[in-house]
């Protein structure tokens, strides 16, 4: 079992930054993938980032490239998304998931239905 617990979201400007956080109860966090999602009302659940703790391969959206950024510090069983230029189509809330790192995560860490864990997500808001 492992238990997760996203944090960090709040209301911000059009171009502020958030740093959200997700703390993780995995036994061995470093065997798992950790991927960011958004769902916002009237849209599809987005995958936005995603983190493989095996060998620390990155993936992002095209709609957050370039913006947001995914760590992981083991050490402290966390990852992070640090959300720069925020604009108000971000506005969502957002929800971590692990999984197990697959072999295929290259392909798979955008598929919400291939994470087995999830925090209860926070709340991100951008005015214009």
């Known amino acids: 079992e492992v238990q997760l617990q996203a944090s960090g979201g709040g209301l911000v400007q059009a171009g502020g930054s958030l740093r959200l956080s997700c703390v993780a109860s995995a036994f061995r966090f470093d065997r798992y993938a950790i991927g960011w999602f958004r769902q916002a009302p009237g849209r599809e659940r987005e995958g936005i980032a995603g983190i493989s703790n095996l060998d620390g391969s990155t993936y992002y959206s095209r709609s957050v490239r370039g913006r947001f950024t995914i760590s992981s510090d083991n050490a402290k069983n966390t990852v992070y998304l640090q959300m720069n230029n925020l604009k108000p189509d971000d506005t969502a809330v957002y929800y971590c998931?692990?999984?197990?790192?697959?072999?295929?995560?290259?392909?798979?860490?955008?598929?919400?239905?291939?994470?087995?864990?999830w925090g209860q997500g926070t709340l991100v808001t951008v005015s214009s």
């Open positions: 998931a692990a999984v197990p790192s697959p072999v295929q995560y290259n392909i798979l860490w955008d598929e919400w239905d291939e994470y087995n864990y």
